[in-house]
């Protein structure tokens, strides 16, 4: 099994206002917008904005299909399918962090 880090997500108040503070304080590039998820990439870290209720804070690593199939079966997961035809599940890891098993079905996301 092969895991590679894939991205942070945090939740905030605003998506295009804290887009907005990245782009201009740490040069990040947006890869998706909207009103309720951004993507963006700084300095070789990605990072998901999210919205309150959608998505929990969370730390991700990306997995090969194959393997996330196999993961969710293992930990009694249903694997779901995002606006941006990733798949993936979560996990809680001790001390509530929410970890995030990530599949990306194209090669640009690598």
Do not use: C
């Not at 919205?51 to 779901?80: C, F, M, T």
């Amino acid at each position: 099994m092969s895991y590679t880090f894939d991205h942070v997500a945090q939740v905030v108040p605003d998506i295009a206002e804290a887009v907005a503070w990245y782009e201009a304080h740490v040069g990040a590039v947006v890869l998706y917008q909207d009103a309720t998820w951004a993507f963006v990439e700084a300095g070789g870290a990605r990072l998901a904005f999210v919205v309150k209720d959608q998505h929990p804070n969370h730390l991700a690593w990306r997995v090969s299909l194959d393997d996330l199939e196999s993961l969710a079966q293992r930990y009694g997961k249903e694997i779901k399918t995002h606006r941006d035809k990733t798949r993936s599940f979560y996990l809680e890891a001790p001390g509530g962090t929410h970890i995030e098993i990530i599949h990306w079905p194209t090669p640009s996301a690598d």
